[in-house]
């Protein structure tokens, strides 16, 4: 087995199902803490309340869009642009197809995944300044926080390296860094990726049942 084969076969799929069986494990274990007991009749929907909330809580309040512009802009430059690029760059949609799900669909122009991947970068050194720069995110921040942070700087960068196909260790340290991101993601504050669904929908879901509009 080459060692491309060893970084794109077992290294991959081990990569893929601790990062599955991680994130699993940290949703079923926020899923199975006692739900509160509510004594109180129900004033609204709590379903309403939890799906105002997430929605709210995507755009900045009108009242303090000139103190959270900046992270605001910078964190969907990244987020917005890290999707566009993984979903619909054609190495990844191929990647998909060939060690996923058997399938796959069109994918973005070369010109267009450069400039996605511009912009998620771009959006990326913004939040690392905010929060060199930001007294309360200095004192904040943890090694967690970097550590998060560098290594996604370093799938990307990689990622661009690779797109070029001159050399197949480019590739090879691609897939490494991608496959170490995998296993730290679901123990790291990282998953709020997918967390965060889950704290904006309970925290609108309680007082939506109160019938308080967050």
């Known amino acids: 087995m080459t060692v491309l084969g060893l970084v794109e076969g077992p290294l991959w799929y081990t990569a ?46 009108p009242a303090f869009v000139r103190q959270t512009a900046f992270h605001v802009v910078a964190g969907y430059l990244f987020h917005l642009g890290l999707f566009a690029f ?23 122009p070369r010109w267009a995944f450069i400039v996605t991947a511009e912009i998620a970068f771009l959006g990326l050194a913004l939040l ?23 290594l996604t700087c370093l799938v990307m960068l990689t990622g661009c390296f690779a797109l070029q196909e001159t050399d197949e260790s480019l590739r090879i340290l ?6 170490a991101w995998l296993v730290y993601f679901p123990f790291s504050r990282l998953m709020h990726a997918v967390l965060f669904l889950f704290s904006r929908g309970y925290t609108g879901a309680a007082y939506g049942r109160r019938g308080i509009a967050l």
């Open 16 to 61: 893929a199902t601790v990062f599955v069986v991680g994130a699993l494990w940290r949703i079923g274990g926020m899923l199975a803490l006692p739900a509160r007991v509510e004594l109180s009749e129900p004033r609204a929907s709590a379903t309403a309340g939890a799906v105002r909330s997430i929605l709210q809580h995507s755009l900045p309040r």
């Open 174 to 179: 691609h897939m490494l860094s991608v496959e």
């Open 86 to 108: 993984l979903l619909f760059g054609a190495p990844h949609i191929a990647f998909i197809k060939e060690r996923i799900l058997g399938f796959g669909w069109a994918p973005m």
């Open 128 to 150: 690392w300044l905010r929060r060199l720069l930001d007294p309360v995110l200095v004192r904040i921040s943890d090694a967690d926080d970097r550590a998060g942070l560098w």
